[in-house]
């Protein structure tokens, strides 16, 4: 890694350090998809998190607001959430999907892990958790 690069991620490996995981604002590289996505989990042996910024504008401090919460909660809770889990805050219901199309945008997880880290979308869902939403991965290229 050339030393740009280890500049650029130590603030992010600090703040992981410090809070346990940290979240990334990205887009792709035609600036069709702005999202947001989590890193530091995959050093607890847990999935990172990945949300499109659309879709949790209603939720206090939007997508980001969300993410930071429901990480918060799951490291708080031990980890241990997979894909279809289903959790609340707020009134807002999420859902956790395989995602894998849109982890070569995930740059700074990329930096970090490699391809070896696991990717989950956090997605809008129906209160009902028997009832799932219909859900659109975050890359519609």
């Known amino acids: 890694m050339d030393p740009e690069d280890v500049a650029f991620l130590q603030p992010i490996r ?5 809070e346990g995981y940290g979240r990334v604002i990205d887009a792709d590289s035609e600036l069709r998809q702005h999202v947001c996505y ?5 050093e607890k042996g847990l999935p990172e998190l990945i949300a499109g910024m ?15 919460h429901l990480a ?10 997979g894909e279809g889990d289903v959790f609340e805050f707020h009134g807002q219901w999420v859902r956790l999907i395989s995602e894998s199309l849109y982890k070569a945008q995930c740059d700074v997880a990329l930096d970090l892990y490699g391809p070896n880290f696991v990717l989950l979308q956090v997605a809008p869902c129906d209160p009902n958790p028997s009832e799932r939403k219909s859900t659109q991965p975050i890359c519609l290229n």
């Open 72 to 81: 918060g909660t799951l490291l708080q809770r031990g980890g241990g959430y």
């Open 38 to 42: 989590t890193v530091g989990l995959t």
């Open 14 to 18: 600090d703040l992981i350090r410090r």
């Open 54 to 68: 659309e879709d949790f504008t209603e939720f206090p401090e939007g997508t980001p607001g969300l993410m930071h």
